[in-house]
């Protein structure tokens, strides 16, 4: 192949790498959803990548990478640089094939990911915390490489990465039991929806694959608009699994010409998903994993009727950021709401509010106050959660005609991410 010339994986090379996986990989189930399935008149399915021993596909594209090594490439081990599910599938590929592997992580990453980590490359792996960021802990791994002449395992850039993360395509369509009109997809750097959209194109060219990415990391998304790869300045990396600055070089131009669209999906909308799959199926997804049910919502007259697969891409999900998550959706939803108040600085002003102006269901979540004397108003910050969003007019309404109101923060960012 020539160097201008686009790599696009082979089939023969995709089948290989799932004889590669086979005791490694789970076939994951292809499960229906009935709840979806009644919401949206169309025959759901999810395909359960989060049901894989280190909770995501990542292991696929790692195992098939790092089982290709030649004897010398495998005795001076490997690198990556990960604080996710590639760090995981990299960790247990490594144990399994007893391979040496050094993973660079940052400095802030969760105690709990760690542990992960160290749990599933036990003795065979090192993890070396370096850094704020990816970044930092990227350009250290790459010395590393240099310095030792080890192999780097990209997380999505790579060609074997890419053909393992495609056996995921062979398996729906040999576990689907009608013409599969719709595949969503989460995209992060690419590796997935490259190799997935590859033996769709091949063995199921009806189908539409739609890639979706956070509204707050457009990569792939800026990058098809642009007609070229496209490196952002800045990210939002709360769906974390999917929040890259810059897609690869190789998966972009298989997107490009595979995709039929890519759709972005706001933060708040992930998370109300989240907070659904758990409650009302008990399943547990991390953010990329719900992204590609989160986009139903934006496709619903399109999919009626249609058979329709949704990869669930991961289960990483860190309890802690429950809170944030639940927060997420409220506001989302309406259903949150921060305002700054001005409240006269006499007795009784606050049971006033409570009583006069808040409705029936509304909930007080922050209140944020301090009591200056030498002035007749002082302002607080309060939040209030409601049961509907049509009761936020009329709390506004009164608010104002009570001169209580002082100012509505959800749409100002630059004070409001002090409050979320």
Do not use: W
């Not at 894989?52 to 990556?80: D, F, H, M, P, W």
């Not at 409650?279 to 992204?291: F, H, Q, S, W």
């Not at 936020?392 to 959800?410: A, R, S, V």
């Amino acid at each position: 192949m020539s160097k201008n010339q686009t790599y696009f994986p082979k089939i023969k090379d995709i089948k290989a790498a799932a004889n590669s996986i086979q005791n490694v990989s789970a076939v994951t189930p292809l499960s229906p959803s009935h709840r979806y399935s009644n919401q949206f008149g169309a025959n759901i399915l999810l395909k359960r990548e989060d049901l894989q021993q280190v909770r995501s596909y990542k292991i696929r594209g790692a195992y098939n990478k790092i089982s290709s090594l030649t004897a010398e490439e495998s005795q001076n081990g490997v690198v990556c640089a990960s604080a996710g599910n590639h760090a995981q599938g990299v960790a247990l590929s490594c144990k399994l094939l007893k391979i040496k592997g050094v993973i660079y992580m940052p400095a802030p990453t969760p105690n709990q990911k760690i542990e992960q980590v160290k749990m599933f490359g036990e003795d065979y792996i090192e993890i070396k915390l370096v850094g704020d960021t990816y970044d930092d802990a990227y350009h250290a791994s790459m010395l590393e490489c240099k310095e030792f002449n080890k192999v780097f395992i990209h997380p999505f850039d790579d060609k074997k990465v890419i053909e393992g993360q495609a056996t995921i395509g062979l398996e729906i369509l040999e576990q689907a039991t009608a013409p599969i009109d719709y595949v969503f997809i989460a995209v992060g750097g690419g590796g997935l929806a490259a190799g997935l959209s590859t033996i769709f194109k091949e063995l199921s060219p009806n189908t539409k694959i739609i890639g979706v990415e956070p509204e707050g990391a457009p990569s792939m998304s800026v990058s098809m608009e642009n007609n070229q790869n496209t490196e952002l300045e800045t990210i939002e990396k709360f769906v974390d699994g999917a929040a890259v600055k810059r897609v690869g070089d190789l998966t972009f131009p298989i997107c490009k010409a595979n995709l039929h669209a890519m759709i972005t999906v706001p933060s708040g909308k992930v998370c109300e998903t989240i907070l659904e799959l758990y409650n009302k199926d008990a399943i547990v997804v991390e953010p990329a994993g719900a992204l590609s049910i989160s986009a139903l919502d934006f496709y619903a007259d399109a999919i009626k009727g249609k058979n329709v697969v949704c990869v669930v891409s991961g289960s990483n999900n860190d309890i802690t950021r429950t809170p944030e998550i639940k927060e997420r959706a409220l506001l989302y939803a309406n259903l949150k709401h921060y305002f700054i108040l001005t409240f006269p600085q006499r007795a009784g002003a606050l049971k006033e509010f409570v009583v006069d102006i808040l409705g029936p269901h509304d909930d007080i979540t922050h209140f944020q106050y301090t009591k200056k004397t030498n002035r007749e108003n002082g302002s607080a910050v309060v939040g209030i959660q409601l049961k509907s969003a049509s009761d936020l007019e009329p709390l506004i309404t009164k608010m104002k005609q009570h001169n209580f109101y002082g100012d509505y923060l959800n749409n100002k960012p630059e004070l409001f991410q002090f409050l979320v």
